[in-house]
């Protein structure tokens, strides 16, 4: 038999657990994405920081092709290797 439990929580708690079971769940397809192409992957800010511009630099690279990107879910990551080679 189905058993049912009710808790109550507020509209920000919700929003709380569901953000926090979503990015778990985007952390553990990244990582297993990661293990397959065992390639280091970059976010974002990740790429800013390494290479000391503004993340709005990355995000016009990415539009005009100078980034190659993969995405997983809705997030953008660059592949570390791709990004090293371009500052070499």
Do not use: C
């Amino acid at each position: 038999m189905k058993q049912t439990m009710t808790i109550e929580m507020t509209p920000g708690d919700l929003e709380q657990l569901l953000e926090n079971a979503i990015n778990k769940a985007l952390n553990r397809a990244r990582n297993e994405k990661l293990t397959q192409s065992d390639e280091e992957l970059l976010s974002i800010r990740e790429v800013a920081d390494y290479l000391s511009v503004t993340e709005v630099t990355i995000h016009n690279w990415k539009r005009a092709g100078k980034l190659k990107y993969k995405k997983i879910g809705n997030r953008v990551f660059f592949s570390k290797r791709e990004i090293e080679k371009l500052v070499s």
